[in-house]
């Protein structure tokens, strides 16, 4: 019973997917526009961050970055309080954009 086509051990591998190695195709592009949008999403979320910590105030207090203000808000409060709650949902709204061109791109081929 093991040779059965339908025994439900059988493992197909139609089904499989990896995301660290995707199939041509529709899952290669939508995974590579995943890859491009989670590194935009870890450069300003934490190379800003980085960045805050390089340019500490010295002694003298002269820090260009957490002298800034915009909007009546220092640059790193306004920057983590605000752009990055912008920042996540445009990402968002992009992803889709690019995942549903890609949707039509592939459903055309069919």
């Known amino acids: 019973m093991a040779n059965e086509p339908h025994s439900p051990h059988r493992t197909n591998h139609n089904y499989r997917v990896n995301f660290f190695r995707p199939r041509p195709g529709f899952m290669r592009q939508k995974v590579r526009y995943t890859w491009i949008l989670l590194i935009l999403w870890a450069f300003f ?16 207090g002269d820090s260009r970055i957490t002298n800034t203000v915009i909007f009546g808000f220092p640059l790193h409060y306004w920057f983590s309080g605000q752009f990055l709650i912008v920042w996540f949902i445009l ?20």
Do not use: S
């Open 45 to 60: 979320t934490f190379g800003f961050q980085f960045l805050l910590v390089l340019m500490q105030d010295t002694p003298a």
């Open 91 to 110: 990402l968002c709204f992009l992803f889709n954009v690019f995942v549903d061109n890609l949707n039509k791109i592939h459903r055309k081929r069919n």
